[in-house]
């Protein structure tokens, strides 16, 4: 696993469970990673995992999990790129989109996952916030471990199509986390703000076109569902809005700046999402 942050180190969990051995590749790091993990009913796990460097590595790698946050991913494969071969059943475990876009040896068709469960913390303690659905598709049939899988990572749904819940998590990404990181607000504010509200609408209407172009099925109104997880969520901080606080890289270029570069391989004007992602380029708060 490369990245046993929140998700990873949640994901890490449930392998287990299933009786996989999980070993997160680190540069640094100590040889094994304590963590404690809260659950929404109260109960805390402990979870003891194996870290290599990547020199330490000897063998091919036949499965990896990709989680670590995606600006980071360009740091973090190169290292390993000489273990995966054609046949690694790589899982993105991760927001956005095209992160891995050029960095995978030829062959290799990611399976991609899409969470909507939602953990905070530092290592090594992870607090999982919520449980919710994560799904779990790309390319080819339902592999062979996924069943057993299923039995202990409670709502793990295998999807052919993954691009739908992908796409609906990418919109709301793409308005929530831009639009309270700039402002510094929580994900309420998006609903109680007008200003915020037309921001959200316009985001909203350009992802909906890019989308429409891409694929014919995709349902578009978007801001119905970007409103209810704002709902949802209204005291929460979003991700985006925590990186900018403490200064961290954000993940705009994948979740925005996606959208903003296929729109320009269509020909399609998405003005509103190229303004926030030159906001959080620049650091300022959008005009
Ligand atoms: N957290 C959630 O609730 C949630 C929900 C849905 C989707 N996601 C998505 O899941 C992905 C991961 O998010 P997260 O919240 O788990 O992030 P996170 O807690 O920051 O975890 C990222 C992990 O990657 C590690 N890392 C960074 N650079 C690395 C490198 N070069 N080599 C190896 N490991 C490296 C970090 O280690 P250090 O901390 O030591 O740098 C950290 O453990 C993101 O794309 C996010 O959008 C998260």
Known sequence: MLGAGNMGTLSAWYLTRAGHAVTVIKDNASPMQEKTLCFPDGQRHSLNLPVRAP?????????????????????????????????????RLQNGLGALDGLL????????????S??????????????????????????????DLQNHWPNLVWTRDI??????????????????AL??????????????????????????MVLQALN??????????????????????????ADRQRGATTEIDAINGWIVRQADQLGIEAPENQAVVSALRRGSVAG
């Open 118 to 147: 939602a953990v905070k913390g530092q290592h090594p303690h992870h607090d999982i916030v919520a449980e919710n659905t994560t799904w779990l598709g790309g390319h080819g049939e339902k592999p062979p471990w996924m069943n």
């Open 183 to 208: 402002h510094d607000v929580p994900n309420g504010q998006i609903i109680d703000d007008p200003s915020l509200r037309l921001c959200a609408e316009k985001i909203c209407m350009e992802a909906d």
């Open 163 to 180: 691009r739908i819940p992908q796409w609906q998590k990418l919109v709301a990404n793409a308005v929530i986390n831009p639009l309270t």
């Open 55 to 91: 020199g330490q590595i000897s063998t091919t790698i036949d499965h990896l999990i990709v989680a670590v946050k995606t600006p980071y991913s360009q740091v973090a494969l190169p290292p390993i790129i000489q273990h995966l071969h054609a046949h690694t059943q790589l899982i």
């Open 105 to 116: 040896p030829h062959g290799i068709l990611p399976l991609e996952a899409v969470s909507t």
């Open 216 to 241: 014919n099925d995709w349902p578009g109104q978007s801001l119905d569902n970007v409103l209810a997880v704002a709902r949802a969520t209204a005291n929460n901080t979003s991700s985006m809005r």
